[in-house]
């Protein structure tokens, strides 16, 4: 928890993409299958997959076959899973059960809400309007927005622009640890999807967020007992 930042009434909600805001793994493991298939190797059971979604198409390469970026395959490789990937974005990807619900919270609390994912704009571009979400968030940051990406703080700062929040008014939700660092470097509030793609070997308990939530709706249980707090008191 960032003991420096001083509490503030929460106006904005930012969501990861992959693994927080939708579950994208389905898809992400079929295009690394058929990417699998494709130069005769064994495909991957989905529970070996999806662990490793949120860390992208680099890991997913070095997941199906045992390589790193050193290798010449490696780009090759990641821009063929991509295209598959492309062509199947929308195939089984869906909101969290209780997103839907969650988003209806936000809005008529009138509060904001937008997504900050290190996945390019081409991609996220695709699967928000295959969700219906595109035209609703406040703001959309991808991984090639800026030059920086996550655990850097400045795509999350840049999303606080876009929605004229500050930071401080600002909660962040995601569920890798670059998710909750970049958070905490940008001096917002965090919180940390369980429901998302978390690996056995992650402990999210000590990652230093605000909270850990099981399911979208103790998202806005947090933030009306944050903000209920703060104007109980204010």
């Not at 000590?206 to 939530?213: K, P």
Request: net charge negative; proline share 6%.
């Amino acid at each position: 928890m960032n003991l420096t930042r001083d509490p503030t009434l929460i106006k904005t909600v930012l969501f990861d993409l992959d693994g927080t805001f939708a579950d994208t793994a389905p898809d992400l493991a079929f295009a690394l299958n058929q990417t699998l298939i494709a130069h005769g190797k064994p495909v991957l059971p989905f529970s070996s997959i999806r662990p490793m979604v949120s860390h992208g198409a680099r890991a997913l390469i070095a997941l199906g076959f045992g390589i790193t970026d050193a290798d010449p395959r490696f780009i090759p490789l990641r821009q063929q899973l991509l295209d598959i990937y492309a062509q199947n974005i929308i195939r089984h990807t869906r909101l969290f059960d209780g997103m839907d619900a969650l988003l209806t919270a936000i809005q008529q609390r009138g509060l904001r809400w937008g997504i900050v994912t290190n996945k390019p704009g081409w991609l996220t571009e695709p699967l928000l309007r295959g969700l219906e979400r595109y035209n609703d968030a406040s703001c959309i940051v991808s991984g090639d927005t800026l030059a920086q990406r996550k655990p850097d703080p400045a795509p999350l700062i840049h999303a606080c622009s876009q929605t004229g929040s500050l930071v401080q008014e600002c909660v962040y939700i995601g569920d890798a640890e670059r998710d909750i660092i970049a958070g905490e470097r940008a001096g917002m509030y965090t919180l940390v999807a369980l429901f998302g793609y978390l690996d056995q070997q992650d402990q999210p308990h000590t990652w230093g967020a605000d909270a850990l939530v099981h399911t979208p709706a103790e998202i806005i249980h947090w933030i009306d007992a944050h903000n209920h707090s703060l104007a109980s008191h204010g």
